[in-house]
């Protein structure tokens, strides 16, 4: 089989290798990688910048990356019962994170580092690692919901209990940016029936992201001072939810526009790890203020993600797939990525699915 591997040395670096086909063991499946989306922490990874826990240092030998992948379960191991042959599936990110809060031991259950991921033509998953794709999505669509549609939905459903999502136009999401993970939360939050107020320092971008159903859109480029308008769009209340994904040039700015008693969602750094003069945010007094929560998302456990599939199903959400790459490319399709051109997601297509033994 043919895999690609990274020694985190660099995206430039990634190269391909062929290897022998894994065999699935006790309780486990063979799966056929079909297509697999990529994500920003991939990027880190290959560029050796990942490292936000212990329990993910790696020793920089070869390591297959990527968590994201839609595939054919094609052979299943010894005491496997929950799958059979030919049922299409899709990977969870920490393996072992099953339900509720993430614990410190489920890091090391993570795809695409600490254990060797998915841009490979074949992978053994432990049977319990997998879920269900719904059959009205394309293998290209369903890849790109195990990272930016369970971060999303577990942003803004956390505190609830299984079952019962926030729906409703009283609530106001706000959302940062038009990657994988914002957009993800743009067409959940529509499906919802919640008002969505977007950001994007791209006006083509924000008609795009008007046309799948945002209420309002700010350029925070041409408006710096987008917390205000927030706040001026929702008569003084704010956001009672922020997927904030800009990082250290924006959280000071989230504060100040979360509504009374708000949830703000901490899932990404894009706008970097420290503002330009490396100052410090006095995040008790910012918190405070508004009685905010401010809630660090990894992701989401695997009934969360089978929670949101069934509103996908119900919605018959059409995730939205940037560009798809063929597998000999996946180092352009990388790079293309980290460039931030897309809107949505960008996935590698490794196999068709008439390849699938």
Known sequence: MKQCVTRQDGIKNLKQETGPVPKPGDEEVLVKILAVSLNYRDT???????????????????LVPCSDMCGTIVSVGSNATIWKTGDRVLSTFNQTHLSGQILEE????????????????????????????PNYLSDEEACTLPIAGVTAWTSINWMRPIGDPVTGSDFTILLQGTGGVSIAGLQ???????????????????????ALGADHTINYKTNPDWQNTVLEITNGKGADFIIETGGALTLA?????????????????LSGKEDAEGNRMNTNVLALKRNVTLKGILNGPRDRFEEMLRLYEEKKIQPVVD???????????????????????????VANPQTVP
């Open 44 to 62: 880190e990874v290959c560029n050796g910048e990942y490292g936000h826990h212990k329990s993910v240092e790696s020793d920089k030998s070869n």
């Open 106 to 133: 489920n890091m090391s259950s993570g795809l695409g580092l600490p254990l060797q991921g998915v841009l490979t033509d074949y992978r053994v998953f432990p049977e319990y690692g997998l879920v269900k794709v």
């Open 188 to 210: 959940i939050a529509k499906a919802c029936d919640l008002r969505i107020i977007i950001t994007s320092s791209s006006d083509k971008k924000l008609e795009q992201a008007k």
């Open 253 to 269: 700015k989230s504060f100040e526009c979360v509504a009374f008693g708000g949830c703000i969602a901490a899932v990404g750094y």
């Open 323 to 349: 560009s798809v790459f063929p597998f000999d490319e996946a180092k352009h399709a990388m790079l293309y990525l980290e460039s931030g051109g897309h809107i949505g997601k960008v996935v590698v297509r």
